[in-house]
């Protein structure tokens, strides 16, 4: 017997996927429905239409491209015994962080974030996964700022924000690559990041 919830997940990942090579505009229930292997209806079973199917395929690249950014700050953050070692985790971070295979990554969150401005349960669950994921980075800051490793005036929060509205601006570069330098825009944006956080 099939697992419901795998099922799910299988037309979401399908979807998901459609989203990505062609846009929206690929989700078809019936198509979905084929490359699962199981019947239309199933997909109402899950899904009560099409545009519910949509919002949770976006809804869930969105989830995606910020745990795979978070979790290995937090894993790093943990490792660090030293106010040095901590801006080392930082700066590493970063720098994976504007490797050209992540534009694809930062093209999605923006593609969600302008589903959200049609859909108010799109919005919010990206406030909510928003919410979710710089409350983990304010954890690590608050952590580092106990441990006198950053600055103490800083609100860990806010910054977190901050942050991650700096990394989500290399789209507007990254669209005009013929004439911006990537690697200055990456290193005034590290230098910006590391200043705040350290002094």
């Known amino acids: 017997m099939t697992d419901v919830s795998d099922t799910r997940t299988r037309l979401l990942e399908a979807a998901m996927l459609a989203i990505a090579e062609n846009g929206e505009g690929a989700v078809r229930v019936q198509k979905i429905a084929e490359a699962v292997g199981v019947r239309e209806p199933s997909v109402y079973h899950f899904f009560k239409n099409r545009e519910a199917l949509v919002e949770a395929a976006h809804i869930e690249r969105y989830r995606r491209s910020y745990v795979e950014m978070v979790k290995p700050f937090e894993a790093g953050a943990a490792l660090a015994d030293t106010a040095e070692d901590f801006r080392r985790i930082v700066e590493r971070i970063l720098k994976l962080i504007y490797v050209p295979e992540r534009d694809a990554i930062r093209s999605v969150r923006i593609s969600v974030m302008g589903a959200a401005q049609s859909s108010d349960s799109v919005a919010e669950a990206v406030k909510k996964i928003n919410f979710e994921m710089c409350s983990g980075i304010s954890v690590v800051l608050a952590g580092a700022q106990e441990k006198k490793w950053i600055r103490q005036d800083i609100d860990p929060l806010a910054t977190s924000y901050w942050i991650i509205g700096q990394i989500m601006g290399r789209v ?16 005034a944006s590290r230098g910006a990041i590391v200043h705040h956080l350290f002094g």
Do not use: F, K, T
């Open 172 to 187: 507007v570069a990254e669209m005009d690559q013929d004439r911006v330098n990537l690697e200055h825009w990456n290193e």
